[in-house]
Every structure is written in structure tokens, then in C-alpha cells.
């Protein structure tokens, strides 16, 4: 062999490897880059599902905004005589919201009150007070369940725990 043909087969060796080499390095970049786009995927699916519910959150939220909350609560006059005030503290109006005490023997409710229910609307931030006569043969707390529609004449009911206020 002569001096040339030896350094063309260095060179072509050398060719070789370098291409070897680089053809290595490519795929490791190509097997390093298919795992970060499976990262990217799972990311923008994290991201998708994260939005979703921040979406859902928002709609619940201003669903919320249009509906009553109630608060019922007793307060006394004097030592007979009290009401109970029942108050949409919501920013929505209930409408047919109706009164009932459960599990109560004895109403103090005069009955003239109950004739008026079930009141027709209460609008947001407003009240409504049932008069009532306690002595002290009545309970000290009752069980009040309310009942209401909200402007689409769905039904709801809530059971509220009152203590009787000194």
C-alpha cells in the first residue's frame, strides 16, 4: 500500500467514526427532545385541566351570586314575647320561602302569622319576622326548616338550628 491510499483509508475511517459519532449525538438529541415534547403534552394537559376547573369555579361563583342565603335567628322583646327573623343575606330574591318548625309540640307562632306564609318574595338583604310568644314552659331551641324557590321555580329546603336570645 502506498502512502496515499493509507491516508485515504485514514480519512475514510476517520469519516466513518465522525459520522458515527454524530449519527449517535443526533439520536440522542432526537430521543432527549421526543421526552420533552411527552413533558410539553403532559404539561399543556395539566394546564388544559387546570383551566377547566378554573372555569367551572368562575360559572359556580356567579351561579352563586344570583341565589338566596338565609340566616334565621330569634331575638326577644321581653321575656314572653320575641320573633323569629329570617333574612336573605344572597345576593338572589326567594320566592314561596315558607316557615316550619320541626319536631315542635307547641308553636309559639301566633297563627295569624303562619296565615301570611308563605311569603312571596324576599328580595336580597332583606327580612322577615314572625312574631312569637315564649314563655318558659317552650323549648329553648328549635329546629326551623325553610322552604324556597329561586327564579326558575326550583325547590330548596333548609334546616337551621335557633337558639332563643336573652
Excluded: H
Excluded at 335567628?73 to 314561596?96: L, P, T
Amino acid at each position: 500500500m502506498t502512502n496515499y491510499e493509507i491516508i485515504a483509508i485514514s480519512c475514510s475511517i476517520l469519516a466513518i467514526i465522525i459520522a458515527f459519532a454524530s449519527f449517535i449525538r443526533a439520536r440522542k438529541v432526537a430521543q432527549e427532545q421526543c421526552k420533552l415534547a411527552k413533558q410539553q403534552l403532559e404539561l399543556e394537559k395539566v394546564t388544559a385541566k387546570l383551566s377547566n376547573m378554573q372555569i367551572e369555579e368562575m360559572i359556580e361563583l356567579n351561579a352563586n351570586k344570583i341565589k338566596p342565603f338565609f340566616n334565621v335567628s330569634f331575638n326577644r322583646v321581653d321575656n314572653s314575647k320575641g320573633y323569629f327573623c329570617i333574612e336573605n343575606i344572597g345576593q338572589g330574591s326567594a320566592y314561596n320561602v315558607n316557615f316550619e318548625l320541626i319536631d315542635c309540640l307547641k308553636s309559639p307562632i301566633s297563627s295569624n302569622k303562619l296565615k301570611e306564609l308563605p311569603f312571596l318574595e324576599l328580595e336580597p338583604l332583606s327580612t322577615f319576622q314572625l312574631i312569637a310568644s315564649v314563655a318558659y314552659e317552650y323549648p329553648t331551641t328549635y329546629q326551623v326548616k325553610l322552604i324556597w324557590q329561586d327564579s326558575e321555580d326550583n325547590e330548596y329546603d333548609k334546616i337551621f338550628l335557633v337558639q332563643l336570645v336573652s
